[in-house]
Nanobody
Framework: QGHVVESGGGLVQAGGSLRLSCAAPRIDSRIYFVDWYRQAPGKDREIIASILNGDRTNYADSVKGRFTISNGSAKNTWYLQMNSLKPDDTGVYYC??????WGQGTQVTVVS
């Protein structure tokens, strides 16, 4: 098991929802800063959401109002709730806790 594990991706119709999960189970100390990235087919990886200290959040314009980043109840777990999904949201989603390496990501495919 790697340092960062993402899950929850899948195939969904446009307008639907998914909740992505992220965990860093091998890290004992609490992590306070986490980003979610997305890499669409043929495009560079882009940052879409960040959370600091569990309550300060930032979102890319492309997902603002539709996605919500949050801390999980267990230590070093995080979620990305994605609503009103669009085909442009298709890509591999990565969770990036500060100072940890990239995980494998989780694939999200939105079909119209």
């Amino acid at each position: 098991q790697g340092h960062v594990v993402e899950s929850g991706g899948g195939l969904v119709q446009a307008g639907g929802s998914l909740r992505l999960s992220c965990a860093a189970p091998r890290i004992d100390s609490r992590i306070y800063f986490v980003d979610w990235y997305r890499q669409a087919p043929g495009k560079d990886r882009e940052i879409i959401a960040s959370i600091l200290n569990g309550d300060r959040t930032n979102y890319a314009d492309s997902v603002k109002g539709r996605f919500t980043i949050s801390n999980g109840s267990a230590k070093n777990t995080w979620y990305l709730q994605m609503n009103s999904l669009k085909p442009d949201d298709t890509g591999v989603y990565y969770c990036k806790p500060t100072r940890l390496p990239w995980g494998q990501g989780t694939q999200v495919t939105v079909v119209s």
